[in-house]
């Protein structure tokens, strides 16, 4: 058996999202997010579900930290609430929500854990969103005011920082198919708002470079791999835009500083408004990259097929079935996504900042979850991440979705990504058979094959 071992210093990890996890969504000063509105209005999450209470780790953190520990983990990704720190976005400051993150911070350093924060997980301030959200350029100048306040306030002991996570979702879901708050269906609107959230992630940036922090500064993307469905010239063109849409569109203007000129061509008069200078401000060098894998998708040209003319379905590899998501289960699809950012955006330093899967778990009378599948998941993906590193991909870490069960969006708290069983009526928190195994990989920096 061949024993994988990963790099010295390759950091082991996993994640969550304030919103999914911390509930009190009102309590201590914090203001109402994009994701409050949206969850407390009718008919838009799966059986009605919200984030108001969600796992309470808000109350429940030190309990959190201290199980982080006791798995062994080296970092913890977590993302702050911009509500509670600025409860209408912008203006005054609240002292309480900044001191819940301070807490955190120090609790996880305090175990030995690296924080690992991501400012921008989705919950825009209600506020701002009525004034437009990031379709209004004003929102780039918010968000780096926010930014600020959290460097300077943290910027002492948080050495991983991403602005924003997945800004394809934030665009794409939540402006162009109203999928996700703020549930707004408009595809002007959505180019504008992702060009807004790269251009407010070079000013923070070039914010954070002006304030001499310590720390190493990113950006999140979710990348996911698509093939054509077939050689057929119309589908490897779908396949083409489909890429150019979901990953070029981030990829390309942050590491090269120009937009895909074929799927410009395609949008046409839904090309966002770029002011000069902007791209030079987006390509801002960057000390890491996040990628988010879940999934690989085979593309075809689809007559209709909405505005890209185009339909994916997903592709497991062989011997692979698919996720509870109904995502395609393809470890090889996760190296390719690695390679093509090594060889097409200058291997650039990676972490991968989520990965990992949403099965049917079934608890035993003592609510432990012997989750097999997921270990074999994470243990296949771990390996094609190790054969990336043996082709030279510039990777530093791995952090796995999710530290524990958590509200997932749109399918409320149905799909269970946990590493950690959540019972959301008693809020017990018990390690799944995964999190045990996770715990030996960290321990020994890798695993046999
Ligand atoms: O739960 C989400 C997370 O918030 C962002 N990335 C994908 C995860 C699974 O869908």
Not at 121 to 130: E, R, S, T
């Amino acid at each position: 058996m061949a024993w994988r071992k990963f790099p010295e210093g390759f950091l082991w990890g996993a994640a969550t999202a304030a919103y999914q996890i911390e509930g009190a969504w009102n309590e201590d000063g914090k203001g109402e997010s994009i994701w409050d509105r949206f969850t407390h209005r009718k008919y838009t999450i799966l059986n009605g579900d919200t984030g108001d209470v969600a796992c309470d780790h808000y109350h429940k953190m030190p309990e959190d930290v201290a199980l982080m520990k006791e798995l062994g983990l080296q970092s913890y990704r977590f993302s702050i609430a911009w509500t509670r720190i600025f409860p209408d976005g912008r203006g005054s400051v609240n002292q309480k929500g900044l001191d819940f993150y301070e807490r955190l911070v120090d609790k996880l350093l305090a175990a030995g854990i690296i924080p690992n924060v991501t400012l921008n997980h989705w919950d825009l301030p209600q506020a701002l969103q009525d004034e437009g959200g990031w379709v209004n350029r004003d929102c780039t100048a918010w968000f780096v005011d926010y930014a600020r306040v959290m460097f300077d306030r943290l910027g002492d002991r948080v050495p991983l920082w991403s602005t924003h996570n997945e800004p394809w979702v934030i665009a794409f879901l939540g402006y162009a198919f109203g999928f996700f708050a703020p549930g707004i269906a408009d595809y002007s609107r959505a180019y504008q708002a992702s060009h807004h959230l790269l251009l407010s992630h070079g000013l923070a940036v070039q914010a954070f470079r002006a304030g001499g922090y310590q720390g190493k500064i990113g950006i999140v993307l979710s990348l996911s791999c698509y093939q054509p469905a077939s050689e057929k010239e119309s589908d490897r063109a779908a396949c083409k835009r489909v890429y150019e849409n979901n990953s070029a569109l981030f990829l390309q203007p942050l590491f090269k500083g120009s937009y895909p000129e074929m799927l410009f061509n395609w949008i046409a008069s839904h090309a966002p408004k770029i002011e000069e200078g902007d791209l030079k401000v987006i390509s801002e060098p960057i000390d890491f990259l996040g990628v988010n894998y879940y999934f690989t998708e085979a593309i075809a040209f689809a007559q209709w097929g909405g505005f890209l003319k185009s339909s994916s379905t997903p592709v497991s590899a062989p011997g692979w079935g698919y996720t509870e998501m109904g995502w395609g289960i393809n470890p090889p699809g996760f190296k390719s996504v690695l390679l093509d950012i090594k060889e097409n955006y200058g291997n650039p330093k990676i972490y991968i900042t989520e990965n990992g899967c949403a099965f049917k778990d079934t608890p035993d009378d003592n609510e432990f979850v012997s989750d097999w599948e997921r270990i074999n998941f994470l243990r296949a993906h771990l390996l094609a991440l190790h054969d990336a590193l043996q082709s030279g991909v510039n990777l530093h870490g791995y952090y796995v979705w999710s530290l524990m069960d958590n509200f997932e969006w749109a399918h409320g708290f149905a799909p269970r990504f946990g590493l950690v069983r959540v019972n959301y009526q008693t809020l017990r928190r018990i390690p799944k058979q995964s999190a045990l195994w996770y715990r030996e990989v960290i321990s020994r920096n890798g695993f046999e094959e």
